[in-house]
């Protein structure tokens, strides 16, 4: 093992850097930490990696809400599912609340 990661055929930080770009286009940034921590454990090479390469958490959650749904929420059932359905992407309720208020907002304007 070590020759290999000494030759760079091996490497953490690759692996690190390519589950990013393969993930971040389905889950939120917590739960793609979250799995990474599990699989290395480098909880320190994980955040420097994040740092260097940033995700627009806003535009993803926004494709898989449109995707899955389209609509704001009516009511209160529907509004709780569509946060469950996007903290089960590992999503902020930040980021959450942003976008349910933003697609009420534009629903509002029509």
């Known amino acids: 093992m070590q020759e290999l990661e000494q030759k760079g055929w091996l490497s953490e930080e690759r692996y690190i850097t390519h589950y990013l770009h393969t993930k971040s286009q389905k889950y939120g940034l917590l739960k793609i930490k979250?799995?990474?921590?599990?699989?290395t454990g480098k909880t320190d090479l994980i955040d420097t990696i994040l740092?260097?390469?940033?995700?627009?958490?806003?535009?993803?959650?926004h494709k898989l809400w449109q995707k899955k749904f389209g609509f704001a929420p009516v009511t209160k059932k529907d509004l709780a599912q569509q946060?469950?359905?996007?903290?089960?992407?590992?999503?902020?309720?930040?980021i959450i609340k942003q976008l349910i208020t933003s697609s009420s907002e534009i629903n509002d304007d029509n």
């Open 34 to 39: 979250q799995d990474l921590v599990l699989k």
């Open 51 to 61: 740092a260097q390469n940033p995700v627009d958490e806003y535009e993803t959650a």
């Open 83 to 94: 946060i469950r359905f996007l903290q089960n992407k590992g999503f902020s309720f930040a």
